[in-house]
């Protein structure tokens, strides 16, 4: 119980603290440093993607309504978009570094 208690205090602490830091005001980053917002991020995407990621969180939605297990609406979309990137074949010039590695550790071992 008093585990409990000092997390929840701490969690609160965090909360505040964190709260505190995006209230204040800062300068914003110029150039190169400066990443662009969601919305740009959200324009980037492909219309295919934008549709992905729509049903997977409505989907998501509709499991948490008829099930009632609220981390669906986070799960879906996650599992939805994450899987398919991971499962996905690596790029070339992974492939290729392998491959260097591969023979160099080869010409080592000779």
Known sequence: ??????????SV???VLLL??????TERATGATRRGSASNAWG??????????VGSV??????AAVTGFLLAIVLVP?????????????ASREVDLLAA??????LLST
């Open 1 to 10: 119980m008093t585990g409990a208690a000092a997390a929840a205090g701490g």
């Open 13 to 15: 602490a965090l909360g």
């Open 20 to 25: 505190v830091a995006g209230l204040r005001r």
């Open 44 to 53: 980037r995407l492909s219309r295919v993607r934008k549709v992905w990621i």
């Open 58 to 63: 409505l989907a998501g939605v509709a499991i």
């Open 78 to 90: 996650a599992l939805t978009i994450g899987v398919p990137y991971l499962l996905s074949a690596p």
């Open 101 to 106: 590695l591969d023979r160099w550790v080869r």
